[in-house]
C-alpha cells in the first residue's frame, strides 16, 4: 500500500507539471543561432529537464502586421502532428504578451546551403544521397497534406549522423496571398521586355556570377515566395499548381549542389525572372571545356523530369524513380 501510494503521488505531480504551460522564463538563452524577417532563433536550454533545443521566436506585432498568423499556425500544426524522423520536431509552443516562442529539435549539423558553402561542387555520389534524403523529406509532407513551395538548401537540416531534416513550413499553407501574387506578376511583366542576350558563358564564369550575385545582393534569397532561383513557373505566375512544385525546386538543387550555381541563374535578378520565364530556351546540359557534359545521361533525364511543365513533372518523375538511379 505505501508503494502504491508513493507512486500515484510522484504520478499526480508529474501529471501537474505536464500540464503546466512553459513560459519563456523556463528556458535559458545560449546563443543566437539564427535572423529572420519576424523573429530570431537562440540555441536554448530548458532549466528543469535540460533539453537543447532551437528557440524560435516571433515578433506578434510583425506577424499581424504582415498577416503571416496564418502561417505560424500551419507550421505549429504540421509541426505537431508529424512522427516523420525526416522533419523537425516541436517540444513546445507558447506565447506571451509580446512573442510567440517555439521550442524545437535543434539539429546540429547547419543547413545545406552552408554545406554548399563549404564544400562548393558535390561529387556525384554525395549529390545523389542527399537528394534522396530530401525527396524523403518532402515526401513525408506531402503525406501529410501539405505543399511546402518555399524549398530551397536552407530549409534542410543536417543532423548529427549526417542526414537530412525538413523545416520552415511557414508557407505551406492553402495558396499564396494574393499580394503575393500580384507581386510576382509584377516582377514578371517588368523583365518581360528586357532583352538578355543569351551568351554562352562557361561554367566558371556562371559559378563566378552567381557567388557574385548572392553575396552582393543581401535581399537576393529573400523574394515574396521562396528564393527565384527554385521557384517552380507555375507559383510565379500565380496559376494554378499542385506538391509537383516542390520537385521543380528539388530539382534546381540537384543541378547546383554538382555544378555550384543554379540552373536560370544571370547576372542580376532581373535576368534570373527572365531566364525563368523562357526556361525551355535556358535549360540546357552544361558542358566542360572540352565539349564533354557534366551530367550523366540519367542525372540529366532526372533533373529534367523535375524541372518541367506541371503535367510531364509527375508523369516523367515517376518514370525515373522506377530506375534505380538512386540506389546506385
Known amino acids: 500500500a505505501a508503494v502504491w501510494s508513493d507512486y500515484t503521488l510522484r504520478e499526480r505531480a508529474f501529471l501537474r507539471k505536464r500540464r503546466t504551460k512553459p513560459k519563456n522564463k523556463d528556458f535559458n538563452i545560449i546563443t543566437q543561432v539564427g535572423q529572420g524577417g519576424y523573429g530570431q532563433v537562440f540555441l536554448a536550454r530548458k532549466k528543469d529537464t535540460k533539453e537543447i533545443c532551437a528557440l524560435k521566436v516571433l515578433n506578434k506585432r510583425l506577424l499581424s502586421k504582415t498577416d503571416e498568423t496564418r502561417h505560424v499556425?500551419?507550421?505549429?500544426?504540421?509541426?505537431?502532428?508529424?512522427?516523420?524522423?525526416?522533419?523537425?520536431?516541436?517540444?513546445?509552443?507558447?506565447?506571451?504578451?509580446?512573442?510567440?516562442?517555439?521550442?524545437?529539435?535543434?539539429?546540429?549539423?547547419?543547413?545545406?546551403?552552408?554545406?554548399?558553402?563549404?564544400?562548393?561542387?558535390?561529387?556525384?555520389?554525395?549529390?545523389?544521397f542527399y537528394i534522396s534524403e530530401m525527396f524523403a523529406a518532402v515526401n513525408s509532407l506531402h503525406e501529410l497534406g501539405y505543399t511546402h513551395r518555399d524549398l530551397k538548401p536552407e530549409n534542410f537540416l543536417i543532423d548529427a549522423r549526417g542526414h537530412i531534416k525538413l523545416t520552415d513550413f511557414g508557407l505551406a499553407a492553402g495558396t499564396v496571398s494574393n499580394d503575393r501574387i500580384e507581386s510576382m506578376k509584377l516582377r514578371l511583366n517588368q523583365v518581360k521586355d528586357l532583352e538578355f542576350s543569351q551568351i554562352d558563358r562557361s561554367i566558371s564564369e556562371r559559378q563566378r556570377l552567381y557567388k557574385s550575385l548572392r553575396s552582393n545582393d543581401i535581399h537576393y534569397a529573400n523574394s515574396v515566395v521562396g528564393s527565384p532561383d527554385y521557384m517552380a513557373l507555375e507559383v510565379l505566375e500565380g496559376k494554378p499548381y499542385d506538391y509537383t512544385v516542390d520537385y521543380w525546386s528539388l530539382g534546381c538543387m540537384l543541378f547546383e549542389a554538382i555544378?555550384?550555381?543554379?540552373?536560370?541563374?544571370?547576372?542580376?535578378?532581373?535576368?534570373?525572372?527572365?531566364?525563368?520565364?523562357?526556361?525551355?530556351?535556358?535549360?540546357?546540359?552544361?558542358?566542360?571545356?572540352?565539349?564533354?557534359?557534366?551530367?550523366?545521361?540519367?542525372?540529366?533525364?532526372?533533373?529534367?523530369?523535375?524541372?518541367?511543365s506541371r503535367n510531364e513533372r509527375l508523369r516523367s518523375f515517376k518514370q525515373v524513380m522506377s530506375q534505380p538511379y538512386f540506389s546506385e
Open 73 to 128: 499556425l500551419t507550421e505549429r500544426d504540421i509541426l505537431t502532428n508529424t512522427r516523420s524522423e525526416w522533419l523537425v520536431k516541436l517540444y513546445y509552443a507558447f506565447q506571451d504578451s509580446e512573442s510567440v516562442y517555439m521550442a524545437m529539435e535543434f539539429v546540429p549539423g547547419g543547413d545545406f546551403r552552408t554545406l554548399l558553402n563549404n564544400a562548393g561542387c558535390l561529387i556525384p555520389q554525395h549529390a545523389r
Open 259 to 308: 555544378l555550384s550555381y543554379t540552373p536560370f541563374s544571370g547576372q542580376s535578378s532581373d535576368e534570373t525572372y527572365s531566364n525563368l520565364k523562357r526556361w525551355k530556351q535556358v535549360l540546357r546540359c552544361p558542358r566542360y571545356d572540352d565539349g564533354k557534359p557534366v551530367f550523366s545521361d540519367r542525372t540529366w533525364q532526372l533533373i529534367t523530369s523535375l524541372i518541367s
